[in-house]
């Protein structure tokens, strides 16, 4: 029998290790995912119990802020294009999950809270708030289901990876809530931050940070899209307004109408030029 060289030996290992720590790093991000998303439910709905001391509104802001930054950065073109240098295709989404996560955890267990309370919702009112922040959560889950959540936090491509397949292009074919307007997510992710039965000073900064990046993020990503999609994109931006009611005031104004390019945006979104690599909130 001929005797295995060295070098096949170190690259089948460097092979088992690469696979090994592909395999943790993809199912590690999953579970990271779930604690997350549990802890940001009751930091949204309670609040962080811990009080302030000294001067808050810096660390709270600057941690709010965080959050923004480290999200929008990894959602760049440019910024996956560097990245994917060193990063697997594979595990660009489960890499954007775990620092879009480290960043929401960091703020859980930083976050300081301020005795000012702005508004206090109590009885019937306390319950329709609740209710309006349960239903804000099930559209947002609505929502990503629609766009792919397991391109959102990763699990999609990380599949097709674990059964070595790879994994099917994103098609650009808006459906559901997306026929009606272009940020459903984001709309959703509002609700989460405003609909609290408790208001203090602290969640108000945070209330307010987050809601000027939900409409720069809009912003952000609808040049995004137009950059992976192109035309097909910008005839949809066009047809669809970004929010509810938004569409309702322009007709009012007379400041945009149904031309007949947007009608030939509303069959291009199976061409090829309508296929993008990712469509992320």
Known sequence: MDAISPGFTATHRSFTANRISGVLFGFGNQVLFLITVWYLFWFLRDGRVVMAEGDWILRDCGLAVLFAVAHSVMLVPRT??????????????????????????????????????????????????????????????????????????????????LRREKPP???????????RFRHPVYLSFLGLVWFTPLMTLDHAALTAIWTAYIFL???????????YIGQPYQQYAQRVPAYP??????????????????????????????????VAA
């Not at 292009?169 to 026929?179: C, H, L, S, T, V």
């Not at 952000?220 to 950059?227: E, G, I, Q, V």
Request: aromatic share 14%; proline share 4%.
């Open 80 to 161: 996956r294009k560097v990245l994917t240098r060193w990063i697997p295709p594979a595990f660009y989404d489960s890499t954007f999950c775990v620092v879009t996560c480290v960043s929401l955890l960091v703020m859980f267990f930083a976050w300081r809270t301020s005795e000012t309370v702005i508004w206090r919702a109590e009885g019937v009112t306390a319950s329709i708030i609740h209710g309006c922040f349960y239903c804000s959560w099930a559209a947002l889950m609505y929502s990503l289901a629609l766009t792919g959540l397991g391109y959102q936090n990763g699990w999609t491509p990380f599949y097709h990876w």
């Open 245 to 278: 009611l938004i569409g309702s005031f322009r007709r009012i104004l007379g400041k945009r109408g149904r031309t007949a390019g947007d009608r030939v945006g509303a069959d291009t979104s199976g061409s090829d030029a309508g296929r993008h690599p990712r």
């Open 169 to 179: 292009r994103r098609e650009f074919k808006p459906r559901g809530a997306y026929q």
């Open 217 to 227: 993020g809009s912003n952000l990503k609808d040049r995004r899209l137009t950059h």
